[in-house]
């Protein structure tokens, strides 16, 4: 960033097997990158995830560092940053660049050929000695249907504006 940016909100669009760590650093205060948010990532398919951030964190520079937990397969789509520039007082989102995956690459594996494979007919008794049995139930005398207060539905049902998070 160009000036001093306070930093509201961070979106991540991902998908993990096992979650992981988030960390966002900052040069403010003290001129040096430091931690200044830690969050935790959740194990999910497609899921973008918000996190708020405290009101003090600002800064020049930023650093966004995901790690994935031990055994995790994350992939990351997307990143955006919730900020405003001072001394203006536009808040507004900011792509966090994103850099390919270089590290990756398909590993051939050795799995040795398994033979001839045939069906085997396995030897079950049937069973012969089994017959149905009729259970005495007593039928239900002293139930009858009973009405429920329950309002239909208006052919024209009113609607209810709901405030969305925009």
């Known amino acids: 960033m160009e000036a001093v940016t306070i930093f509201g909100a961070l979106d991540v669009?991902?998908?993990?097997?096992?979650?992981?760590?988030?960390?966002?650093q900052t040069d403010l205060p003290g001129n040096a990158m430091?931690?200044?948010?830690?969050?935790?990532?959740?194990?999910?398919?497609?899921r973008v995830v918000r996190f708020r951030m405290r009101p003090t964190t600002r800064g020049h520079l930023y650093n966004l560092k995901i790690v994935p937990y031990f055994g995790s397969i994350m992939r990351i789509y997307n990143a955006r940053i919730w900020a405003r520039t001072l001394p203006g007082?536009?808040?507004?989102?900011?792509a966090v660049p994103l850099p390919p995956?270089?590290?990756?690459?398909?590993?051939?594996?050795?799995?040795?050929?398994?033979?001839?494979w045939a069906p085997v007919k396995m030897d079950i008794t049937p069973i012969t000695d089994w017959n149905p049995v009729k259970m005495?139930?007593?039928?239900?005398?002293?139930?009858?249907?009973?009405?429920?207060?329950?309002?239909?539905?208006?052919p024209n049902p009113e609607w209810v504006d709901v405030q969305v998070d925009a």
Do not use: C, H
Request: glycine share 6%; aromatic share 14%; proline share 14%.
């Open 136 to 154: 005495a139930i007593p039928p239900t005398t002293d139930w009858n249907p009973r009405p429920m207060a329950i309002k239909p539905t208006p």
């Open 89 to 94: 007082t536009q808040w507004q989102w900011y």
């Open 34 to 46: 430091a931690v200044r948010e830690e969050f935790g990532i959740v194990a999910a398919s497609w």
């Open 13 to 24: 669009e991902y998908e993990s097997t096992l979650g992981g760590q988030l960390t966002f």
């Open 101 to 116: 995956t270089t590290e990756w690459a398909p590993v051939k594996m050795e799995i040795p050929p398994m033979g001839e």
